[in-house]
């Protein structure tokens, strides 16, 4: 009996050891679907309500000019007008920081700077203001620098500035312009004064760095696809040192259109003399969704990778509604910077150490192969509003057109009677491998003018085969509550690790604050069925005698989605991308696509490549012209 009694001990130890792993292990798998492997731009943060136009009863969520910094390797995020900023450990999950101090306005193009175990923080100004530290900034806490910077002289700022300290010479500097009058300044600090500018006399501290010029820069024109004669603005001053060179970026032409995008001049001292790099622009996203990808800052990641962020314009309820995006960046083999902003608002892999991939192509690499899997696809939506304003479309359709200015807007926002929420169901026409949705909301004749306990986001995402039976696949009622103005989900697959497929997929509503709700893309990612387009024939690319522009046409590629134009200063640096869709695109035509974005005297090289919901094409041949 006693040696019975042990087995039996045994037995139950080694089946509740059992139970016990089991149990682990799905709470390991629960809390790794409720981690995002990927993102998708524009950034998935809390975008706070704005009060900029208060006075005009316009009330909207907003971000602009984002600095990430990498600050004792977590993430810290400001962004203009926002209140406080963001801390995350991964890029993806950024929770909402309030700090103990503010001052005396809420910052406006902030600069940020993490030195050692502090971070410097400096707000836009043409008056005195202090710089803030903080060595524990994940707290909220924030501690006086100095008092004031001295005041330059008028309409000189510092606006939009940026701290740079260099390592190897334990020097400071800021640089700094926001203007399509003034040039971007520089200037020294003085660290053994608290980072004063250095020298007796503030006025003749600073000194010019570079003016745009538009004349001889394409991508420098102001206005849609830089069609307006309108004097562009500078703005958004970046400084990166790498391989003993200083990279001094800026922001052109303006924000309120969809080619605002980032340069750079390159000198051998913070300071220069600067020689425009002819490469530019280093980061431009002109076609897709989230359009613009300018004024922001460059940084690396805890795996030593680069990353360049910037501003994408919405636009609808005010020429300054804006939201946030982030783009792999680098340095090739030449020391030519660059940014990747190919398929750039479709989901990408978040790193998980130093990239491999080949000089300027990270995108191979990081990028899911997600496709868009709606576009223009019928949508249904349970309600409409009615009785809108005359220049308001707010269909169901317009959720599936990828322009963030026209949407949606529900009937009403949350029943009363406890039914199931508002609804926008897409068919996509076939079945699809289902990997994640993007829902982004638009404020429709909001009335929230504080980001209070109640401004949050819930709903529901529901896959099915037969537009009849839907299972819920994704719910963020069980997440804690958070404001999703670009609410991204990737969707858990099913048991084996086999994608959710589907035919039709539903967002079902369950709250937001206010009294509209308005989505202006409803957005879902994965991949078909089928095969991937065939590789695009036929270009042609013709030069102005305005150098700044060139004529491009190429042959209609069935099945294709959509196409992104690809183009550089030699074969194998083509790193710049313009995407359009099947609709958009200028092939086959009599009036090819003019591209307005190159640099007098620079020769460049093109190709084009095609996709669809299964793929991307192979890149066509590469033609150059001079």
Request: aromatic content about 16%.
């Amino acid at each position: 009996m006693k040696e019975l009694r042990l087995r039996l001990t045994k037995v139950d130890y080694m089946l509740s050891r059992f139970f016990l792993c089991i149990c682990l292990c799905f709470c390991y798998l629960a809390e790794a679907q409720s981690l995002k492997r990927t993102y998708c731009n524009p950034m998935d943060i809390s975008y706070r309500y704005n009060f900029e136009q208060l006075n005009e009863k316009i009330s909207y969520r907003s971000g602009a000019d984002p600095v990430i910094i990498n600050h004792k390797n977590e993430y810290y995020l400001f962004v203009t007008i926002q209140g406080g900023w963001w801390h995350s450990k991964d890029l993806s999950n950024w929770r909402y920081v309030v700090p103990d101090k503010w001052p005396m306005e809420d910052m406006c193009a902030p600069a940020a700077l993490s030195v050692r175990d502090t971070l410097y923080l400096f707000q836009s100004t043409f008056e005195q203001r202090p710089i803030f530290i903080s060595t524990e900034p994940e707290k909220g806490k924030l501690q006086f620098y100095n008092r004031w910077l001295p005041r330059l002289p008028k309409d000189i700022g510092p606006w939009d500035p940026a701290l740079f300290h260099d390592d190897d010479t334990d020097k400071w500097y800021m640089y700094w312009g926001s203007s399509n009058v003034y040039p971007i300044f520089g200037a020294e600090l003085d660290k053994s004064r608290n980072l004063t500018y250095a020298g007796n006399n503030p006025a003749e501290a600073y000194k010019a760095m570079f003016w745009l010029d538009p004349y001889n820069h394409g991508w420098e024109r102001f206005g849609p696809n830089h069609s307006d004669p309108f004097k562009p603005f500078t703005e958004g001053a970046w400084m990166t040192k790498h391989n003993n060179k200083y990279y001094l970026q800026y922001g052109a032409p303006g924000t309120e259109y969809n080619v605002y995008g980032n340069g750079t001049y390159v000198g051998k001292t913070p300071l220069g003399p600067w020689e425009y790099a002819p490469y530019n622009p280093i980061a431009y996203k002109p076609g897709g969704f989230a359009t613009g990808c300018g004024h922001g800052n460059t940084f690396q990641d805890i795996h030593g990778n680069y990353w360049n962020t910037g501003t994408t314009w919405i636009g609808y309820n005010w020429g300054m509604e804006r939201r946030i995006v982030m783009n792999p960046a680098g340095f090739d083999k030449d020391d030519q910077m660059y940014v990747d902003t190919r398929f750039g608002d479709y989901p990408h892999h978040l790193p998980t150490k130093k990239w491999s991939g080949l000089d300027g192509q990270r995108s191979d690499e990081l990028f899911t192969g997600w496709m868009l899997l709606n576009y223009r696809k019928p949508v249904v939506a349970s309600s409409t509003l009615a009785n809108t304003l005359p220049k308001d479309t707010v269909t169901a359709d317009r959720v599936a057109d990828e322009n963030p200015r026209t949407f949606w807007v529900a009937g009403q926002n949350n029943r009363s009677d406890g039914s199931s929420g508002e609804t926008l169901t897409t068919d996509l026409g076939a079945e699809h491998d289902i990997r994640a949705v993007q829902v982004n909301y638009i404020d429709y004749k909001q009335t929230i003018f504080d980001s209070d306990s109640t401004v949050y986001t819930q709903f529901k995402i529901l896959t099915s085969l037969d537009g009849k039976t839907f299972d819920v696949v994704a719910d963020l009622t069980k997440e804690p509550k958070k404001d999703h103005t670009c609410a991204y989900v990737e969707i858990p697959a099913r048991a084996g690790g086999k994608p959710v497929r589907a035919r039709y997929v539903r967002y079902e509503h369950v709250y937001v604050a206010g009294p509209t709700l308005a989505i202006n893309a409803f957005r879902v990612f994965g991949n078909g069925l089928g095969k991937a387009p065939a590789t695009p024939t036929g270009l042609t690319v013709k030069r102005h005698k305005d150098q700044r522009n060139a004529d491009i046409s190429w042959g209609k590629v069935p099945n294709a989605t959509g196409y992104n134009i690809r183009w550089g200063i030699a074969p194998d640096k083509l790193y710049q991308t313009y995407q359009f869709f099947h609709d958009q695109a200028h092939h086959e035509s009599s009036k090819p696509f003019e591209l307005r974005a190159l640099n007098v005297g620079v020769p460049y090289y093109f190709a084009v490549e095609a996709f669809n919901e299964s793929g991307v094409s192979g890149v066509s041949e590469v033609v150059g012209v001079k």
